[in-house]
């Protein structure tokens, strides 16, 4: 059987709705990558996304559903307008070249008149393996891979704090290290995308910050640990 070096995938949607004493209070739409083929590798993608679709509506329900069911209880006796809350599951593909498939999830979390709470995922899969690849796979083996994101990162802020472009938190150096996630990264055509999460070093303004780090000089979009 040959290596697989491309996915070709359709949407998968499943949606939700829960009431109170017959009313709308919560609605939920998830939308994940939903792979074609049998083989090992599809179906193991399949399965992840899948996997993520269930936790997000078992978390909508069990965490989101009790708020939602509270909020609607006391505008009821407030004699205040019902809330609609509702929350969104997606996905888009931001690289597919070369045997390696990479994806970013968002969950959009709509509860009030406040900004959005906005999560995001990032995975990058080698298709041949049929598992995803970690983010020091894309530089030189024994690189210091870690402390250059970081230091890229602050450059940029610095940058765009000279440009007047963007707002952070007093203390963003110190979170931008603390709050580092080697998991939180997808690849563009461009270069390698690390993101930070919602509120980790900036406000709610900037939704989740991402530092794009272009290719060249040490970063590839090919798996340099095993060369």
Not at 49 to 76: G, I, S, T, W
Not at 157 to 185: C, K, M, S, T, V
Not at 191 to 206: D, H, K, Q, R, V
Request: hydrophobic share 40%; with cysteine; glycine share 8%.
């Amino acid at each position: 059987m040959g290596e697989r070096l491309a996915l070709k995938t359709e949407p998968f949607a499943a949606e939700r709705e829960w009431t109170v004493e017959g009313v709308p209070v919560l609605s939920a739409l998830a939308q994940v990558p939903e792979p074609e083929g049998k083989d090992r590798t599809a179906r193991r993608i399949k399965r992840f996304y899948r996997l993520q679709c269930r936790a997000f509506l078992r978390y909508c329900e069990k965490c989101l559903l009790p708020q939602a069911a509270a909020e609607y209880r006391a505008a009821l006796e407030a004699s205040r307008p019902l809330p609609a809350f509702r929350a969104e599951l997606s996905y888009r593909v931001t690289y597919h070249e070369g045997g390696l498939w990479s994806v970013c999830t968002q969950t959009r979390e709509t509860l009030g008149p406040g900004p959005a709470l906005v999560t995001r995922r990032g995975d990058t899969w080698d298709l041949a393996a049929g598992y995803p690849v970690p983010l020091k796979d894309f530089f030189p083996a024994g690189a210091a891979w870690k402390k250059r994101i970081l230091r890229h990162a602050e450059e940029e802020i610095r940058r765009r704090e000279r440009a007047g472009a963007g707002r952070w938190r007093e203390d963003w150096r110190r979170q931008l290290r603390r709050r580092f996630n080697p998991q939180n990264f997808y690849l563009t055509a461009e270069g390698l995308a690390c993101f930070w999460p919602m509120y980790a070093i900036a406000p709610a303004s900037e939704g989740v910050p991402v530092f794009l780090l272009p290719y060249g000089e040490g970063v590839s979009p090919e798996r340099k640990a095993e060369a």
